[in-house]
């Protein structure tokens, strides 16, 4: 599919060329400004989120596929909502684990000509235009970060995360890069980088890389549930802006 034609992107294309007129710059603040609050008022009550990002183009008969499966069940049973990027692949199955173990399941879903569709097990999901908005929201609800084999915007998603934590922007919350084979050049890139000098040495802590369901488990407990006192409460929507009841099966952590 030819995606110069797609009028989302060429939107978003155009902007990012240069100078437009006044008149064309407002007007996409302005519908950039739609975006978010649409979103805000969509996930308020979706809870503290664990985000997971990986490839979406990982079929349900790739092990990396299976092993996205667990650890959304894994995040579910800590009561955390499971937040992907709402597509196929490693977000799908996800997703998946979250939804079928009864834990709460939500998608950030980019609007793409091709690829990206919402998958079949969100409770909840927003579509989204524009990608910085799409990650920032990944970023704002989440205690968490497992990042799953996955491509380029994998690697995007995972260095947005490090680079907010580093300076300090968000919490220090713990990023746990799952599957230590398939990341083993990107690791050693990372320790390159800090015996370079090019980021401290501490910043190594922010990385925990494991292939173990349990010890994920266990590392987001010390370093999210724990850290930041997390503990079970109700939502209580505002009926006079307009916001729904949440439903039963919903399950959250709440500071």
Not at 87 to 103: D, L, R
Not at 236 to 247: A, M, N, T
């Amino acid at each position: 599919m030819n995606t110069q034609n797609h009028p989302l992107r060429r939107s978003e294309s155009k902007f990012l060329r240069g100078p437009l007129s006044r008149f064309k710059e407002l007007a996409f603040t302005f519908r950039v400004q739609r975006s978010f609050i649409k979103a805000f008022r969509k996930m308020h009550f979706m809870g503290p989120c664990v985000t997971v990002f990986g490839s979406a183009r990982f079929q349900p008969d790739n092990p990396y596929y299976v092993q996205a499966e667990q650890v959304g069940a894994a995040l579910a049973g800590l009561g955390f909502t499971v937040m992907t990027g709402g597509g196929p692949g490693i977000m799908e199955a996800a997703n998946k684990g979250a939804f079928e173990t009864g834990g709460y399941s939500v998608g950030c879903n980019i609007i793409l000509p091709f690829e990206q569709k919402p998958n079949p097990y969100l409770h909840k999901w927003i579509d989204i235009p524009y990608f910085f908005v799409r990650k920032f929201l990944l970023m704002k609800y989440s205690y968490a970060f497992v990042v799953m084999p996955g491509g380029i915007g994998t690697l995007d998603e995972l260095f947005e995360a490090l680079t907010l934590i580093q300076t300090k922007m968000i919490q220090d919350f713990p990023v746990v890069i799952f599957g230590s084979e398939y990341h083993s050049e990107l690791c050693n890139h990372i320790k390159l980088m800090a015996a370079n000098e090019s980021i401290g040495s501490e910043d190594m802590k922010l990385l925990f890389v494991t292939d173990s369901i349990e010890e994920m488990q266990e590392h987001i407990k010390t370093h999210a549930i724990k850290k930041f006192n997390l503990t079970r409460k109700p939502q209580r929507p505002k009926w006079w802006f307009g916001e729904q009841k949440v439903q039963g099966i919903f399950k959250s952590l709440s500071p």
